[in-house]
């Protein structure tokens, strides 16, 4: 499975969030990390090679700050130039169809504001139906999302949790069964042990696969005793 | 009161629904149309401008086609760099605080699309929260929003109530109340007469005048009889 990401930040330097994550995905294969303001810094979109991108990619991710309870404009400019009649919907080919699709949004406020009440009033799942649409009306998948609030207030316990949500809505198989998040893990970790000449980190990583692997021959094992005593 | 209709469209000439709403207003002195793709070509905002009009009206409407279920990208523009804090938000002066907002988006899909069910999936209602949460954040009053589904296919009788329709969004005060409106279409006959030659249609505006007035007090009548009935 390839990953795009459709990166859309007017100054994405200066934000610590964006950094952090992109920073952790430079070495993943199967991850194309697309932003779209240094791609064209004149706001002039390449509609051919913006198609033939997305035709090359399995999974199709936005991430950006959420400006006005969306995403920033160049995005939106690159929804209304690319996802065209003919290409995205319409009668014929539909170019994204299968696909599946999820957003990454970075979120300056506490995630309690984004209710009745709150200042915010709405939640993130009733603001971004504009996105749920699109993926509807182009035939894509919509995944569970990943909102990251406050980034800037985490310590470093949170942070890394939320990196390896966002790791896993670029890589993992949509299926979070108990099986696919340890595949999934299992298969993280060795691409970490490859290319590390760290010996003591690599024993150390093959120790947590081989626990990771011991835990599910006893869950396989547990399972077999449940079917056991069902049986009639 | 002052209405403000930012208009955001990239082909405007080319649009016949637009051409139609714009060019009803022309007259009217209450209300101020402000295109932004035509006052952008090169899509710099002048913020200072932009804030300058936000400030001396007291009606904030905007007018767009619906582009992947929101606005062109030129308005997102807009307000990603317009609505800034420390003027539409946070710590301070709040310059929309008490303001009405509202919108109008011409539709080419049928309305029954937008629905569970339909190819849209979701309603205007729920695919316009983003712009619900903006009026809330700023502290302006969100009026019911103006969609117009399908223009091309409206007979002359559709396209003249949707009109009115228009009208009333962009000068008539909050309250559809019966008398609120029979004093809106009063003073819109007036001024349809005032600058007007033709003796006839003068004619004919001052008898539909007459009859409105008349209904008025014939139904203040009835209100004062009811009254009298409910007093114990």
Same mark, same amino acid.
């Given at each position: 499975?390839?990953t795009?990401?459709?990166?859309?930040h007017p100054e994405i330097?200066?934000?610590a969030s964006?950094?952090?994550?992109?920073h952790?995905?430079?070495?993943?294969?199967?991850?194309t990390?697309?932003?779209?303001?240094?791609?064209y810094?004149?706001?002039q979109?390449?509609?051919?090679e @913006?198609?033939?991108?997305?035709?090359?990619?399995?999974r199709i991710?936005?991430q950006?700050?959420?400006?006005?309870?969306s995403s920033?404009y160049?995005?939106?400019?690159?929804?209304d130039?690319?996802?065209?009649?003919g290409?995205a919907?319409?009668?014929g080919?539909?170019?994204?169809?299968g696909k599946?699709?999820?957003l990454?949004i970075?979120?300056?406020?506490?995630?309690?504001e984004?209710?009745a009440g709150?200042?915010?009033?709405?939640?993130i799942?009733?603001?971004?139906?504009?996105?749920?649409?699109m993926?509807h009306?182009?035939?894509?998948?919509y995944?569970r999302?990943?909102?990251v609030?406050?980034?800037?207030?985490?310590?470093?316990e949170?942070?890394?949790?939320?990196?390896?949500?966002?790791?896993?809505?670029l890589?993992m198989k949509n299926?979070?069964?108990? @099986?696919t998040?340890?595949e999934?893990?299992i298969?993280?970790l060795?691409?970490?042990?490859?290319g590390?000449?760290?010996?003591e980190?690599?024993q150390?990583i093959?120790?947590?696969i081989?626990?990771?692997?011991?835990?599910?021959?006893?869950i396989?094992g547990?399972?077999?005793?449940?079917?056991?005593?069902?049986r009639p």
């Amino acid at each position: 499975m390839k990953t795009l990401v459709i990166v859309s930040h007017p100054e994405i330097l200066d934000s610590a969030s964006q950094q952090f994550f992109l920073h952790s995905v430079k070495g993943f294969d199967d991850v194309t990390v697309h932003h779209l303001e240094s791609a064209y810094p004149d706001g002039q979109i390449n509609v051919a090679e @913006e198609q033939a991108l997305l035709n090359s990619h399995d999974r199709i991710l936005f991430q950006f700050p959420f400006y006005w309870y969306s995403s920033p404009y160049m995005l939106k400019k690159w929804q209304d130039e690319v996802l065209l009649e003919g290409f995205a919907y319409g009668e014929g080919r539909r170019a994204l169809y299968g696909k599946e699709f999820g957003l990454i949004i970075m979120i300056g406020i506490n995630e309690r504001e984004y209710q009745a009440g709150g200042s915010e009033r709405f939640s993130i799942n009733e603001l971004t139906k504009p996105f749920q649409a699109m993926a509807h009306k182009t035939g894509m998948t919509y995944l569970r999302p990943l909102a990251v609030f406050q980034f800037g207030y985490m310590d470093d316990e949170e942070k890394t949790e939320t990196l390896i949500k966002y790791w896993q809505l670029l890589t993992m198989k949509n299926d979070h069964s108990l @099986e696919t998040r340890e595949e999934w893990l299992i298969n993280r970790l060795q691409k970490a042990m490859t290319g590390n000449s760290d010996a003591e980190l690599t024993q150390r990583i093959r120790f947590a696969i081989q626990v990771i692997e011991e835990n599910r021959q006893t869950i396989d094992g547990l399972k077999m005793v449940l079917e056991d005593i069902r049986r009639p």
